[in-house]
């Protein structure tokens, strides 16, 4: 399909969700007219219009944190785009990797993904290392270091290993997310994104 087929609004418009090609995570709503699509088509990597400043704008362009296009989607409507990018870092403004961190509603319960999980642990560990509150247990193993951490990821590997070989599931369960919580520290600690980690494993499912 042409782009010149799509149906841009009044103001010349369409809404481009731009999505995590790897985890499928949303990362923020913009809007392209023509001539960003098109130097977004050009260049790989995502330029949007500014409906506020009135003016064409290439994500990162300042902050660094591109997006490399892998694919553009349109709708049965040939009106709205979901772009999916490898992110070179946040997509927000205000620094996290999504614009859509704010709950407006969540059922009691509510299913979440692995990766919803593992982002939100990532980000509260991340934020924890950046503030340093007071008393939390998180600050507590940054203050003393990466000694006190491999340690506590030695201590819960075991922990792990006797949970299964008692096969006691429960047990289980809570020793291993003790571990990876551990784990997602130690990554914090050596300045390693979890992504990282995902890669090499998405890498070992192809083959």
């Given at each position: 399909?042409?782009?010149?087929?799509?149906?841009?609004?009044?103001?010349?418009?369409?809404?481009?969700?731009?999505?995590?090609?790897?985890?499928?995570e949303v990362l923020t709503l913009a809007y392209?007219?023509?001539?960003?699509?098109?130097?977004?088509?050009?260049?790989?990597?995502?330029?949007?219009?500014?409906r506020s400043r009135k003016e064409l704008w290439?994500?990162?362009?300042?902050?660094?944190?591109?997006?490399?296009?892998?694919?553009?989607?349109?709708?049965?409507?040939?009106?709205?785009?979901?772009?999916?990018?490898?992110?070179?870092?946040?997509?927000?403004?205000?620094?996290?990797?999504?614009?859509?961190?704010?709950?407006?509603?969540?059922?009691?319960?509510?299913?979440?993904?692995?990766?919803?999980?593992?982002?939100?642990?990532?980000?509260?560990?991340?934020?924890?290392?950046?503030?340093?509150?007071?008393?939390?247990?998180?600050?507590?193993?940054?203050?003393?270091?990466?000694?006190?951490?491999?340690?506590?990821?030695?201590?819960?590997?075991?922990?792990?290993?006797?949970?299964?070989?008692?096969?006691?599931?429960?047990?289980?369960?809570?020793e291993a997310g003790d571990l990876l919580y551990?784990?997602?520290?130690?990554?914090?600690?050596?300045?390693?994104?979890?992504?990282?980690?995902?890669?090499?494993?998405?890498?070992?499912?192809?083959?």
């Amino acid at each position: 399909m042409n782009s010149n087929e799509l149906t841009f609004d009044e103001q010349g418009l369409l809404p481009a969700i731009v999505q995590d090609a790897k985890t499928l995570e949303v990362l923020t709503l913009a809007y392209m007219n023509k001539e960003s699509l098109q130097k977004s088509l050009d260049t790989g990597e995502t330029w949007f219009y500014s409906r506020s400043r009135k003016e064409l704008w290439h994500k990162g362009a300042t902050s660094g944190n591109t997006q490399v296009i892998q694919e553009i989607r349109y709708d049965c409507d040939q009106d709205a785009l979901v772009v999916k990018v490898v992110p070179a870092g946040p997509a927000c403004h205000t620094g996290t990797r999504s614009c859509f961190t704010q709950s407006l509603f969540t059922k009691e319960n509510a299913v979440q993904s692995a990766s919803d999980v593992f982002t939100e642990l990532e980000e509260t560990i991340a934020k924890r290392f950046d503030e340093m509150p007071e008393g939390a247990y998180t600050t507590y193993l940054f203050e003393q270091g990466v000694d006190k951490i491999l340690k506590k990821v030695g201590e819960e590997s075991a922990e792990v290993i006797i949970a299964a070989k008692n096969r006691d599931a429960k047990e289980l369960s809570m020793e291993a997310g003790d571990l990876l919580y551990h784990l997602l520290v130690l990554l914090k600690e050596q300045q390693l994104p979890l992504q990282d980690v995902l890669d090499v494993l998405r890498e070992r499912q192809a083959k």
